[in-house]
Each structure stands twice: as C-alpha cells, then as structure tokens.
C-alpha cells in the first residue's frame, strides 16, 4: 500500500501547502488595507480595481470563498477516509477468496482466472514479456468492477463452497455494493468541494482581478505615486502577495479516482 500512501499524502500535502499561501496572501490583503485606509485620501488610484473600496469588497469575497472551502472539506475528508478504510480490506479478502478456491480442488484454468482477477483487485500490474509494463487500471472504480467480476465467477463455479461468513457469494456482492457507495459518496462529495475551490482560487489568483493580482498592482501604484523612499511605500514595501494557479480538472480527478492500491508487480 506504500505508492497507495504516497499518491493521498503528495496531495494532501500540496493542498495544505495551497492554502497556507491562501492564509498568507489573506492576510497580506489585510494589512494593505490598513495601510491604504492610513493614507487616507492620499491614496486615490487612477484605475477603479484598485480603489480601498474595491480591495475590501474581493477581500470580503475571498474570506467568503475560503470558508465555503472549509466547510465543505470534512464531508469529503470523511467520505475518502472510509472509502480508503474499506478498500484496504480488499486485498485481505482476495486472497483468502483464492486460498479458499484452491482448497475446494479447482481445476487449475479456473484458479488460473480466479488468481488473475485477484490480482486485479489487489492491484498487482502484470509484466510484460518485453520488459515492459502494462498499464492496468489500479483505481477505485475499475477495482469494483474486477470485485464483481470475482463475485460472479465464484458464483458461477461448480466447487467453490465456504462456511466463512465474509467468503459466500452473496457476502462478496454484498461488499462490492458497499465499495460502489463509498465510491459514490466521494464523487458527490467532491464535486461541490472542487467548484469551492476552483471560485476561491478564481477570487483569489484570478489576473487581472483576484485579490493577489490587485494587490501586486496597488503595492506598484504606492511606489509609482510616492516613490520607492516615501513613507507610504515603506508602509507597504514588506507586504508579499504571491501568484499561483488556478486549481485544475485534475484536481478534481485525484480526489475522485486516487489510486486505490500501490500498481505492484506481479510475475
């Protein structure tokens, strides 16, 4: 599970690392405020964005959008823990499925497919003959759907018995089922948390009229007004505002289909 850890931790980490620099540039915005509010009628920019009324309205949206993002974070933060918790049980299961096949005397092409499928859930890549590596489909989705598949082999095999409980057929589908609504319970999750996101960094990194944009540009008209020695500029010289991108689709996307398991090698 280690690439599995590693894949949620690296965009776990880079969300945090965004919105510390959110904080950072919020309170950048705060304290150009009080600066321009200090200059008073001294600070009268030609271009409107820039006007003290202006930055305080897109601050009050970008504090707006920044709560909307926290909001909306534990849902989904609950739903892909559970989701993850319940994945990490497949490979467990899958194996003891296999065990259990070879215990009731399987002819070996059916424990041939049955081992292949439980590879598949388990999220082994198989080897290609060149050397080369296939490119098997390790998500959360594609993983159902080899669970089913398993589930309906079983079901369709003329030896498999078992007395475990969690090892019957209607138990699998049964599981599999669960899986597809935790699965669906993070896309729905995510979503909204996305289009939060995306407004907030719209508000926030937008050029020419995000919060960051405007306050590069104010920080410059100061200079340009009074000069890079006067007062007012030295007021604002050590206020730091600093441009990212725009949150994209494929955000969206590693929240919804993050690598359910580490891709392992197998054969």
Do not use: W
């Not at 299961?93 to 598949?120: F, P, Y």
């Not at 990194?205 to 006067?230: H, M, T």
């Amino acid at each position: 599970m280690a690439e599995e850890n590693t894949t949620v931790t690296e965009v776990r980490r880079k969300v945090s690392k965004e919105e510390n620099g959110d904080r950072k540039n919020l309170a950048s915005a705060v304290e150009l405020i009080a600066a321009a509010t200090t200059m008073g009628a001294k600070y009268r920019p030609a271009t409107a964005d820039l006007a003290l009324a202006n930055i305080k309205k897109v601050n009050c949206a970008a504090v707006a959008a920044m709560d909307e993002v926290r909001r909306l974070e534990p849902t989904h933060k609950t739903a892909q823990n559970e989701r993850r918790s319940a994945y990490k049980e497949l490979k467990h299961i899958a194996s003891r499925v296999l065990k259990t096949m070879k215990s009731c005397g399987a002819a070996k092409k059916e424990l041939n497919d049955v081992s292949a499928l439980q590879g598949r859930v388990m999220g082994y890549v198989q080897k290609k003959k060149d050397g080369g590596r296939s490119t098997a489909q390790t998500g959360f989705a594609n993983r159902i759907g080899y669970f089913r598949d398993l589930a309906a082999m079983l079901a369709a095999s003329k030896v498999y018995a078992t007395n475990e409980n969690d090892l019957t057929v209607a138990a699998l589908k049964k599981r599999a089922d669960n899986l597809a609504a935790l699965n669906e319970a993070t896309t729905v999750a995510a979503y909204p948390l996305h289009a939060a996101r995306l407004h907030r960094d719209t508000v926030l990194y937008a050029q020419p009229s995000g919060l960051v944009d405007i306050g590069i540009r104010s920080k410059r008209y100061i200079e340009g007004a009074f000069g890079a020695n006067s007062a007012e500029y030295k007021m604002i010289r050590a206020i730091v505002f600093k441009r990212r991108d725009i949150v994209s689709e494929s955000g969206l996307q590693d929240e919804i289909e993050a690598p359910a398991a580490a891709p392992e090698a197998k054969g």
